[in-house]
């Protein structure tokens, strides 16, 4: 089935050392975003790809990169994660038209010891 | 900047009863909502959208009511089952990648 696959379900890192969540779509989708989403609140759109156009959003932190290699894969960078970076990260894809709606992964679940 | 606000973080109801969930937003630019379904161990699935030209959609069990006036949307669900249960999330976009949701709501339908 074509879908929205995120690895790992559980990411586990260290306080500083880099990580890299990973997000692949078999749905040929034109955009590719990152949603953090902490507990009981919600989901935060970090940045997306349209095509290989980078979009951020002005308050995500500098501390966060994400590549676009190809429309198929998109991956988070954590260069330096914090305690505060604890969280669920979910990649979603859309078609990129006006009343398109997101397709979402199940989601990476972020601890930071 | 919560622009998309869900004040009840849940709701509990009897099963066949109707379930009702609302959702508050600031930005009078949105022009296009939805709402999300969420399972555990689960990413968010489309459940049902509107336009700001309407202000009724309806889908099987599943109608939204949009109030711009007050912005304002509420999800209804008629009759509730058990298997509706899980968390509820609105959100809003108002360019063609931009959307916004709402902290979500956690249904519990009842046998």
């Known amino acids: 089935d074509a879908m929205v696959i995120q690895n790992p379900r559980y990411q586990v890192t260290q306080f500083g050392k880099p990580v890299t969540l990973s997000c692949s779509q078999t749905l040929n989708h034109n955009v590719m975003y990152w949603y953090q989403q902490k507990s009981s609140q919600a989901p935060k759109l970090l940045f997306h790809?349209?095509?290989?156009?980078?979009?951020n959003e002005a308050d995500t932190p500098d501390n966060f990169q994400s590549r676009r290699p190809n429309t198929s894969f998109c991956f988070l960078d954590i260069r330096s994660p914090g305690l505060g970076d604890a969280a669920m990260y979910l990649c979603a894809t859309s078609r990129g038209g006006n009343r398109e709606k997101l397709f979402f992964g199940s989601g990476t679940q972020l601890s930071v010891l | 900047d919560q622009q998309v606000k869900q004040n009840s973080p849940s709701l509990s109801v009897q099963e066949g009863r109707i379930s009702i969930l609302n959702c508050d937003y600031t930005?009078?630019?949105?022009?296009?909502f939805l709402w999300y379904k969420k399972y555990p161990a689960e990413g968010p699935t489309f459940l049902i959208s509107?336009?700001?030209?309407?202000d009724k959609n309806e889908d099987g069990r599943f109608t939204v009511f949009l109030n711009k006036s007050a912005k304002h949307l509420s999800l209804h669900i008629v009759p509730s089952q058990p298997g509706d249960s899980a968390v509820y999330f609105c959100a809003a976009r108002y360019n063609n990648n931009d959307m916004r949701f709402g902290a979500g709501t956690r249904l519990t339908v009842k046998p």
């Open positions: 509107i336009s700001s030209i309407k």
């Open positions: 930005n009078s630019m949105f022009d296009y």
């Open positions: 790809y349209y095509d290989k156009d980078f979009n």
